[in-house]
């Protein structure tokens, strides 16, 4: 694959446009972020986030397709004290991901560690998000145009109806 482009910092996950595809990740304290790819058999290709646009990372993978199987690596402070726990040992899923590879199992590999981070990789175990069409063709339907003053919203249980 190629390098990374800058890309459009919205909207946030990753999100296919039929050339490449678009990744922004949120993160207020974050000093690096890096795209961890994953090929077919599992290698991993580590790209950083170019574009750093207020607090939201970003960067476009040109030929990237849906089906790409990715994760994230975070680079910053480590403080615990002040809820800053950055390891960029540890895979993380993207928060936006529309679908998952794998599963969450309990294994001392995906804690960032508690006082003390924990520098083993966890790549090889950790879920891995992956890439899907967002395109969907609304045919000839259309939202109701239905003036406010003439909306009624209900709320009710789903049990209860």
């Not at 966890?122 to 239905?146: G, S």
Request: proline share 9%.
């Amino acid at each position: 694959m190629t390098q990374l482009a800058i890309g459009k910092p919205a909207p946030l996950g990753a999100h296919y446009d039929g050339q490449g595809v678009n990744f922004t990740l949120f993160s207020a304290h974050a000093e690096r972020v890096e795209l961890c790819v994953f090929d077919a058999n599992g290698q991993e290709h580590r790209y950083d986030l170019p574009g750093h646009s207020g607090d939201i990372w970003h960067g476009y993978l040109p030929d990237a397709r849906p089906g790409l199987r990715y994760g994230y690596r975070v680079h910053g402070p480590w403080q615990p004290a002040e809820g800053h726990r950055f390891n960029p040992a540890k895979l993380l899923i993207d928060p936006c991901a529309r679908q998952i590879d794998g599963e969450f199992k309990d294994n001392p590999l995906l804690h960032a560690g508690h006082n003390e981070p924990d520098y083993r990789d966890n790549a090889a175990i950790a879920p891995k998000c992956v890439v899907v069409v967002d395109h969907y063709d609304w045919e000839d339907d259309a939202p109701p145009r239905t003036p406010w003053g003439s909306t009624i919203i209900y709320e009710a249980h789903v049990k209860g109806l």
